[in-house]
Structure formats: structure tokens, C-alpha cells
């Protein structure tokens, strides 16, 4: 009796292969279902989206090269299982995601600078994510969640990167104390303008009026 039986368990649907009519369309949820021995044979698959890691190696525009890992969040279309066991097997995710992945990737790697590739990341993981939920499509997978978590160029490139970026914080660094003093020389003038005007009111009010001068004078003494 058990040999008629067969379960599927949560986050898996089955299929059955049939020895007259190949694979069924008919798609079995959760729960215990019954088979022919000999003539029916269930396939079972997980359709819980898993997660995968790929990385390749590819070529920018300019033709630096650069490491970019990309993550994807995939499952079977439910509908489609059939389908999918005819064209894919079993292994549809080991047969299908790694080639799609880094066709993708390197198609769209090709059309940045590196530069733009590092400064224009969110517009790169958009493309990559568009062209990749399109190409899985046609092999009946739903990407649930694609991102780029690591990008990696060759340690001469990273090399030059750094020795800019170090030499354009000495530029600002270098503008920066020039401003400074500009600055501090404009408040010397002012300053000393201020003075000279100063100077020039209280020898006009010493001219004007005698006792301002003795004024001065008791105020400096205190």
C-alpha cells in the first residue's frame, strides 16, 4: 500500500512521470496523493526561493578587468514544473543560473568605464537585475532578488585609484590653506583700514574739540 502513496511536504510541489504518457501537467500541492506502482513515477521539487552566490570575471569598457559577485534569490514557476523537467531536469538552478548570470553580467560590465562602474553602482545592479528577471524567464525561473555584493578590479588598478583619490584630498588640502590665507591676509587689510580710519576720526575730533583729547586721557589712566 505504501508503494501507492507518496507525500509532499511544505514548500514542494510534485509532478509525475508516467510510463505511457512521459511527464503529466498536473501539479501536486502539500499532502499525501496516490500513484500506480511501476506505471507513475513522482517528481518532486522544492519551489522555496533559494539563495545562490556567482561570480565572474569580466571586462569593462575601457578594458580594465574586474571580480563582480552577484546574488540570486530564485525559484521554479510553479505552473511551469513540467516543463521545466523536460528542457531543465532536475538540476534546472545548477544548468541554468551560472550561464544566464555571467552572460548577463558581462554584457552589462562592457558598457561601463571602470570608473562609472564604481560610481554609478545602483544604475549597474538596476541593469543586471532588468536583463537577468528577463532572461530567467524564458527557462520558467522568478528571480525574487538580484544585487551585486562584491566588485573587485586588479590590485595595479586599485593602486592608481588610491594614488588618486590621495592626490586629489592634497589638492583640496593644498586649495584649502591657499583660501586660508587669502582670507586671513583680506582681515590684516581690513583690520588695518580700520584702524587708519579710526585714527583719522579722533585726530578730527581732537582738532574739533580739546577736551576729547583730555578724555582720552582720563580713560587711559584708569
Known sequence: MNSALFNVDGGHRAIKYT?????RPDVYGEGTHF???????????DVRAKPRTIASLTGTKDLQMVNITCRVLSRPNVDSLATIYRELGSDYDERVLPSIVNE???SVVAQF????LIGQ??????????????????????????SITHVTFSPAFSEAVESKQIAQQTAQRA??????AIQEKQATKIRAQGEARSAELIGEAVKQNRGFLQLRRLEAAR
Request: no cysteine; net charge positive; charged share 25%.
Open 19 to 23: 510510463r505511457i504518457h512521459g511527464v
Open 35 to 45: 500513484v500506480i506502482p511501476w506505471l507513475e513515477t513522482p517528481i518532486i521539487y
Open 104 to 106: 548577463v553580467l558581462k
Open 113 to 116: 568605464n571602470a570608473s562609472q
Open 121 to 146: 553602482r545602483e544604475m549597474v545592479s538596476r541593469l543586471v537585475r532588468e536583463n537577468l528577471t528577463r532572461r530567467a524567464s524564458r527557462f520558467n525561473l522568478t528571480l525574487d532578488d538580484v
Open 175 to 180: 586649495a584649502f590653506l591657499v583660501d586660508q
